[in-house]
């Protein structure tokens, strides 16, 4: 069966648009199919579904069971009319033809009001392809990622400003330093008052240490039981903490700076020994030594190479460069308390924790670092443990710290021997892991002690020039400026580091 499809083509469709009312009501006559009325155009015989469906817009039609009833053509509506009320739109005309339909009867339908113009210009048909729903522009890669740096550095402020202050702090040089650079060594001083007081660590403080580069000296690292180091700055200044670093899952036992100044090696209960960018925080080396770290140590004559003691009777050669372990120190001992290596980096001490009636010849142990013998086993033969160790920066002599309260005195040349006649006492140890520091001329040796103060020694003299009643807990390191005179850093048991001057 042919069927008629009528269009109202009396007036254009802008025209129509603007002189009908859009809210009032249209009524149409419908017509059977096939009569003979000059305003009807015939068309192709199509079904209403295939018709309403491609061309929903140019008519309306409904197929009863006897013949195929023809509306005229709707108002025109403006393809730029958002989806949603599009669907609003035919869902309104759907509903008002889904009632029968009887031939010769009147249809009244609705027309919805919608405004001539949507300002958005949300017609799909008109829109680009990147605003369709379901669909996502593409972005360049090097747009992305600028984009996902800004996010982040959005949701750490805090992280961005003091990443950018490390960055510019290492390259700058304190104006408290400043003046001393390029100077004649000076004779070290005794402090006397309290300068600023550091305060963040939330356990003991096992080491302080300035940095041995001149220009950046102002910088001070700080290892603790907390599980954290800090880079503090400006130790000579504000005080203000700079960076603070947490790659250890245990507590960090021991910390030192590279000979640069760019890097940090700590050792810690997690077994790890780890060497950090000061700059980026990134780590660099990360090696597991299967015990629990007590002291780390640079080769002075390969920086590449540190050494690792603690609870264990071994104390392993690292290379950074590779990982691995490229040399082994075995002795009969049941952990190394500290390693020090002698001028030169051909020897070095290690002090084990042997107390027994036969332990002289495990106290101290001299090593030769590249045979890996023992060099002597004869050096302390009293039965008190030596929990740390230093080299004096000039003469070739070094000092243990004892726990018989006092700091014993060797030579640093074979046969090592201890000189009985000088000692340095009058503090107090008593278990106490407490380290000993010289100044940069080797004049003044200072040391903590277990009552909290800080006691200085005339190296020559042996006698005490002063003591600071610097904390109330034990006092487990003083560390000496090797630029300011009379500047030292202090820490104790409760976590607290003090700048005395």
């Avoid at 100077?183 to 007081?197: F, N, Q, T, V, Y």
């Avoid at 230093?390 to 090592?416: C, D, K, R, W």
């Amino acid at each position: 069966m042919s069927s008629l499809v009528a269009y109202d083509d009396s007036e254009s469709e802008d025209e129509s648009c603007d002189q009908k009312d859009e809210g009032a009501p249209e009524t149409f006559q419908t017509n059977p199919a096939g009569c003979n009325n000059p305003n009807l155009v015939p068309g192709p015989s199509c079904s209403v579904t295939d018709q309403t469906a491609l061309e929903p817009h140019r008519g309306v039609t409904e197929q009863s069971s006897s013949s195929l009833h023809v509306y005229p053509k709707l108002q025109h509506w403006d393809r730029k009319y958002s989806s949603g009320r599009e669907d609003k739109y035919f869902k309104d005309i759907s509903a008002t033809l889904s009632s029968p339909v009887n031939q010769g009867e009147t249809v009244r339908l609705q027309t919805p009001r919608l405004p001539k113009r949507v300002p958005d210009g949300s017609n799909p048909a008109k829109m680009p392809p990147s605003a369709l729903a379901g669909v996502r522009p593409y972005i360049p890669k090097r747009q992305r990622l600028t984009q996902s740096e800004e996010t982040e550095d959005s949701q750490n402020p805090s992280e961005q400003v003091l990443e950018n202050q490390t960055r510019k702090i290492l390259s700058d040089v304190s104006s408290r330093v400043k003046p001393y650079l390029g100077e004649k060594l000076k004779a070290a001083g005794i402090p006397r008052r309290l300068l600023m007081s550091l305060e963040g660590h939330q356990g003991p403080v096992n080491t302080v240490q300035w940095c041995p580069v001149p220009h950046i000296s102002h910088l001070l690292l700080s290892a603790s039981m907390d599980k954290t180091f800090k880079q503090v700055w400006d130790g000579a200044e504000s005080g203000r903490c700079l960076r603070l670093y947490t790659c250890h899952s245990g507590a960090v036992r021991d910390a030192c700076w590279t000979p640069c100044g760019r890097q940090l090696l700590t050792g810690s209960f997690d077994n790890m020994a780890v060497i950090t960018d000061v700059e980026t925080g990134q780590q660099t080396v990360k090696v597991d030594n299967q015990f629990k770290v007590m002291c780390v140590a640079l080769q002075p004559s390969s920086p590449d190479v540190f050494l690792c003691g603690g609870y264990s009777s071994v104390v392993l050669a690292w290379d950074s460069r590779c990982c691995k372990v490229v040399k082994a120190y075995k002795a009969a001992i049941q952990q190394t308390l500290d390693i020090l290596f002698l001028r030169g980096g051909t020897d070095f001490i290690t002090s084990s924790d042997c107390v027994s009636r036969d332990s002289a010849d495990r106290t101290l142990i001299a090593w030769d670092y590249q045979s890996t013998a023992k060099v002597s086993n004869q050096i302390y033969h009293e039965r008190y443990t030596c929990p740390s160790l230093a080299l004096h920066p000039l003469e070739e002599s070094f000092v243990a710290q004892t726990n018989g309260n006092y700091m014993a005195l060797f030579s640093s040349q074979i046969p090592y021997r201890m000189n009985k006649k000088r000692r340095f006492d009058g503090h107090k140890v008593e278990g106490y892991a407490v380290q000993c520091d010289f100044s940069l001329d080797g004049a003044i040796l200072a040391s903590g002690s277990s009552m909290g103060s800080a006691h200085f020694y005339d190296y020559q003299s042996t006698r005490v020039l002063h003591a600071i009643r610097a904390h109330c807990q034990p006092c487990l390191c003083v560390s000496q400026h090797p630029v300011l005179p009379a500047t030292v850093a202090t820490c104790d048991w409760a976590g607290e580091i003090k700048i005395w001057h």
